[in-house]
Nanobody, 124 residues
Framework: QVQLVESGGGLVQPGGSLRLSCAASGRTIRGSAMGWFRQAPGKEREFVAAISWNGGTIIYADSVKGRSTFSRDNAKNTVYLQMNSLKVEDTAVYFC?????????????????WGQGTQVTVSS
């Protein structure tokens, strides 16, 4: 049984930064692609970023590209999403997901395990 636990969310002013973490237990994340998704109230869960098993390939949604950095520390079984220059429209619950495959995907259906999410609120 894989458990993913996100942390690092919170309330931040526009233009601020947050670093989200996702710690995995029950299975090593080595050999697995990882993803971040987000869901705003009344909207579908959408892709944010994905990273391949070794960090060699990373892709971002256009909405966060240039403002976010996805990284992984396989030794700590943890992935991170650094978000800068946050905007009001970044407000959402952010979910970490594990895909039991080496390659990345932007399709949430391709991910096998999910965390419970962490709330990010960007507001003045």
């Amino acid at each position: 049984q894989v458990q993913l636990v996100e942390s690092g969310g919170g309330l931040v002013q526009p233009g601020g930064s947050l670093r989200l973490s996702c710690a995995a237990s029950g299975r090593t994340i080595r050999g697995s692609a990882m993803g971040w998704f987000r869901q705003a109230p009344g909207k579908e869960r959408e892709f944010v970023a994905a990273i391949s098993w070794n960090g060699g390939t990373i892709i971002y949604a256009d909405s966060v590209k240039g403002r976010s950095t996805f990284s992984r520390d396989n030794a700590k079984n943890t992935v991170y999403l650094q978000m800068n220059s946050l905007k009001v429209e970044d407000t959402a619950v952010y979910f970490c997901a594990l895909r039991m495959d080496l390659t990345i995907s932007t399709d949430r259906a391709m991910y096998n395990f999910w965390g419970q999410g962490t709330q990010v609120t960007v507001s003045s």
